[in-house]
């Protein structure tokens, strides 16, 4: 039994920064790996950043420098801290969730959009 609800998207324009938010309602939020998605219109969902519970991280090659994801897991907060944002990060952003013995995404946010304008 888990929830994600997203929060912090908006309009920015190219050269700002955003920061993205999930809360995650449930048991053992340390128990998961956390992910953040996001899909523009017309293509597919990417994998945009990744943490353990630990710490560990993993980007995007398109977001690597500029992206920072964290987590708080004392607050089951996960955070998405976006620099220097370009057009092509528009899109709408999910948090996900994954447990380390699975394979696939279990649990998804409703996703929040982000928007950079030129």
């Known amino acids: 039994q888990v929830e994600l609800v997203e929060s912090g998207g908006g309009l920015v324009q190219a050269g700002g920064s955003l920061r993205l938010s999930c809360v995650f309602s449930?048991?053992?939020?340390?128990?998961?790996?956390m992910g953040w998605f996001r899909q523009a219109p017309g293509k597919e969902r990417e994998l945009v950043a990744v943490?353990?519970?630990?710490?560990?991280?993993n980007y995007a090659d398109s977001v690597k420098g500029r992206f920072t994801i964290s987590r708080d897991n004392l607050k089951n907060l996960v955070y998405l801290q976006m620099y220097n944002m370009k057009p092509e990060d528009t899109a709408v952003y999910y948090c996900?969730?994954?447990?380390?013995?699975?394979?696939?995404?279990?649990?998804w946010g409703q996703g929040t959009q982000v928007t950079v304008s030129s």
């Open positions: 996900a969730a994954r447990q380390y013995s699975g394979h696939e995404y279990d649990y």
């Open positions: 943490i353990t519970s630990g710490g560990s991280t």
């Open positions: 449930g048991w053992t939020f340390s128990s998961y790996v």
